[in-house]
């Protein structure tokens, strides 16, 4: 099992491990702080180097249990130790971006009382559904409105990890449905925008709301009945 250093540390930018194995153009390694996609939150990518030569990380996934490392060029075999080093542009703009989202969930709950039914994200744009049946009148610019003001509160991000038992009984993790996590999964990690949303969550995040920069909603989309989905983009600030 690959451990994942970015769950406790986000702000690793470069981490030795061994080759596990290898497979077609992929490498398992003994751990590893690319992000491995899900949850809607693309892989990292970034570079592997050992003995002078490097090789570009070019997708991170689970496949059966397994965390592989796609490369585009060589590949160290079994038992060589490497060097990772992580795209920071790209992990920061996923990391704001990972963090607007919650920032959206966090007011939609907040204002509406209306629950996230499913996202995905690219580097500084994201969607998320909702369920709701109407957008009310004027939505789009008052969630950009009151998300933006959620930036500029500055509210701190943390992470903590409970164990799965009090994690359970915690009411603002209930409509996140914590309970779909599988059973095997004894440590739940928690990432709380303190005051606004709190979440079990793997992504990356940045570390206060005014971090994301600026959002913009770009779209409001209707489904269908109870299914409406909202687009936005971020800029600096």
Partial sequence: M???????????????????????NRVELDRTAFYVTGGGQPHDTGLLKWDGIESSVEDVKTIDGQVWHQLGGDLPQPGTVVMGFIDQVRR??????????????GVMW??????VTGGNMAALSGRMDFELDEFPQGFAGQIEELCNAEIAADRPVTVSFLQRSEAVLDRDLIRTKVNLIPETVDEIRVVDIVGLDKQADGGTHVASTSQVGRIEITKTESKGRGFKRIRFVLHEN
């Fill in 2 to 24: 690959t451990e994942k250093l970015y769950l406790a540390d986000v702000s690793i930018e470069s981490f030795d491990a061994t080759v596990q194995s290898i497979e077609e």
């Fill in 92 to 105: 920061h703009q996923m990391m704001r971006t990972h963090t607007a989202m919650h920032i959206l969930c």
């Fill in 110 to 115: 907040q204002r509406w009382q209306k629950v």
